[in-house]
């Protein structure tokens, strides 16, 4: 396709003054939309058929010629902008001139839920952005069904989680869903074993792929406070990942990492 850049949009354009405001998320509520940026995060909105937008500078209008072709053939509208246009559009420090709007892929606790699951993360009242996004890549890595955010949660759409998801976050079942007490009954209606994360977990991770193996949901705990007393004393097992080193903790992405594949490394053990 020939994109025209003799008019390029600039930042003051409607149409690019509208999906700036969509970094925001009383932007993004109030229109039903939201942004993702860069080559990865764009390239699986269109493969899902989310995105409704797409804004390009000149410069990389050259480098991704192949996916606007696809996304121009998919009904997505392609804007040329100018370079200045490109970096209001962008939250990053080296935009990539490529940003798409895209309409929301958050899906209801059900839904996420209505075949029969084997591998749920449950990342709780998580805080930042980068970790949910990391968490989300990691699920969809180690093939698990689906990543569910329980309790007061960043947004998963926002910015800086949809570029830690590198794409993810459009490739699996990804819920923000407020009440611990509906999630913790519906994955044990589907017949998972909910596992908390803790310190001082009974369960070592070394012992524990005679549990791993079967269908499990991780609880997975706040950076700063970890999970709350009702759900650890909720859960079915409280596993700890064994530290032999000097550090005290890990972070809830390395966390995630770490537990999403022994559980996956158990459940599909010949």
């Known amino acids: ?10 930042e003051r354009t409607p149409r690019v003054v509208s999906a700036v405001k969509l970094h925001r998320s009383a932007g993004r509520r109030k229109a039903g939309l939201f942004l993702v940026e860069g080559i990865n995060c764009v390239e699986a909105a269109v493969g899902r058929g989310t995105a409704t937008d797409i804004f390009v500078t000149e410069s990389a209008a050259g480098r991704f010629a ?7 053939s998919a009904g997505v509208y392609i804007h040329p902008v100018t370079d200045k246009a490109g970096r209001q559009l962008s939250e990053t420090v080296t935009p990539a001139g490529l940003v798409a709007v895209c ?17 749920v993360a449950v990342p709780v009242e998580t805080s930042e952005p ?16 689906s990543v569910i955010f329980t309790g007061d949660t960043v947004d998963p759409q926002n910015g800086k989680s949809a570029r830690a998801s590198a794409g993810s976050l459009f490739h699996l079942p990804v819920v923000r869903h407020h009440e611990h007490t509906d999630v913790i009954g519906r994955l044990r209606e589907r017949g998972l074993t909910v596992i908390a994360t803790a310190a001082d977990g ?3 991770l070394d012992d524990a792929d005679p549990v791993l193996a079967g269908s499990t949901a991780w609880l997975f705990g706040n950076e700063a406070h970890g999970l709350p007393e009702d759900l650890l004393e909720n859960a079915d097992h409280r596993i700890h990942i064994p530290i032999r080193g000097r550090a005290e903790s890990l972070n809830l ?5 770490i537990c999403l594949y022994a559980s996956a490394r158990a459940q599909h053990r010949p």
């Open 1 to 10: 396709m020939h994109l025209d850049f003799s008019e390029p949009a600039t």
């Open 66 to 72: 192949a996916l606007l072709n696809t996304a121009a």
């Open 103 to 119: 309409r929301p892929v958050l899906t209801g606790l059900d839904e996420a839920l209505t075949a029969n699951p084997r591998l």
């Open 130 to 145: 980068g970790n949910a996004g990391t968490v989300i890549r990691v699920a969809d890595a180690v093939g698990a069904d």
């Open 202 to 204: 009974e369960l070592s």
């Open 253 to 257: 992405a390395t966390a995630a990492a």
